[in-house]
Nanobody, 126 residues
Framework: VQLQACGGGLVQAGGSLRLSCVASGRTVNNYATGWFRQAPGKEREFVAA????????KYADSVKGRFTISRDNAKNTMYLQMNSLKPEDTAVYYCAAADRSRGMVVAARLVDYDFWGQGTLVTVSS
């Protein structure tokens, strides 16, 4: 499967953005999916994950209550709605997919994922 993330940009603190990740090559309902981010000089970190059906989600503590992950399997697309953005949310955001053969409902570790999108930059100004 190929993943294409988009929707990043420059936003002021307190603002909102919605990231999208479109899958092609294979239907996305074969994959648990997630979002990660990498700030300059830091390691890539988990942000949010969602199960194949969309019925289960998991969030990093740093974004809980502000970000919402969702998916539309009919559109082969996953979303990350980001509200109340903070300067520390500035990073390149990556979407990722974990094949159903792994047997995971939701996945929160980088090593759990098989496929990665190219990343989209989110910059939050103070």
């Amino acid at each position: 499967v190929q993943l294409q993330a988009c929707g990043g940009g420059l936003v002021q603190a307190g603002g909102s953005l919605r990231l999208s990740c479109v899958a092609s090559g294979r239907t996305v309902n074969n994959y648990a999916t997630g979002w990660f981010r990498q700030a300059p000089g830091k390691e890539r970190e988990f942000v949010a994950a969602i199960s194949r059906s969309g019925g289960f989600t998991k969030y990093a503590d740093s974004v809980k209550g502000r970000f919402t992950i969702s998916r539309d399997n009919a559109k082969n697309t996953m979303y990350l709605q980001m509200n109340s953005l903070k300067p520390e949310d500035t990073a390149v955001y990556y979407c990722a997919a974990a094949d159903r053969s792994r047997g995971m409902v939701v996945a929160a570790r980088l090593v759990d994922y098989d496929f990665w999108g190219q990343g989209t930059l989110v910059t939050v100004s103070s």
